[in-house]
Structures are given as C-alpha cells and as structure tokens.
C-alpha cells in the first residue's frame, strides 16, 4: 500500500465538495473538496506498489489540457486501470463545477 501525493497550479476553489465512485464496490473513490491554498493538491491511496509513474502521467495529460479548479483530491484506486482513473475525474470535476 502506498500513498502518492501530486501538486498542480490550479483557477479558483469551487463552493462544494463531491464524491464519486465507491472502494467498497471494487471501483476507483475520489473525494474532491475545496483548497483554500490556492492550488490542486492530489493523494492517491494505492494498492499497487510502483504506480507512481502511471499516475503521474494521468495527471499530467490531464491538467496540460484544462486549468483545473483549486481542489483537495482524495483517490482510492483499488487497483484502477488509466481509463477508470480519467473517467471518475472527469466526473467529480463535472459535479463540482455544476451550481
């Protein structure tokens, strides 16, 4: 088990936090919350040792491609492929970002 923390430079925070997926259910968790600091800061529990470098690289496609909003994320992986990692990220960004 290890825990992976990231930073990105980040717009501004979102008035609410989301959570989407469930670990429970064998499926990637993320819970994303507002960061006051101004920045998105990322912690990724996961159970597969050596995943840095895959992680890395998601999150690097990703927020090259939009600015993201300043938010605190919590991933759970469960052992989440790429694809399922982007896809619930793009989820709890399309829900914190709605009203």
């Known amino acids: 088990m290890e825990i992976l923390k990231f930073e990105f430079v980040a717009g501004s925070a979102p ?3 989301v959570l989407v ?3 429970g259910s ?3 968790e993320i819970l994303m919350e507002p960061n ?3 920045k998105l800061s990322i912690a990724v529990t996961t159970s597969v040792d050596g995943s840095e470098q895959r992680w890395k690289n998601v999150f690097e496609r990703m927020f090259t491609e939009q600015t993201p909003p300043a938010v605190h994320i919590e991933i759970h992986d ?5 694809g399922v990692v982007r896809l619930r990220l793009e989820q709890a960004f399309e829900e914190v ?3």
């Open 36 to 38: 006051l600091a101004g």
């Open 26 to 28: 064998g499926d990637l």
């Open 97 to 99: 970002n709605c009203g």
């Open 78 to 82: 469960f052992g989440a492929t790429p």
């Open 15 to 17: 008035g609410k936090q």
């Open 21 to 23: 997926g469930c670990v």
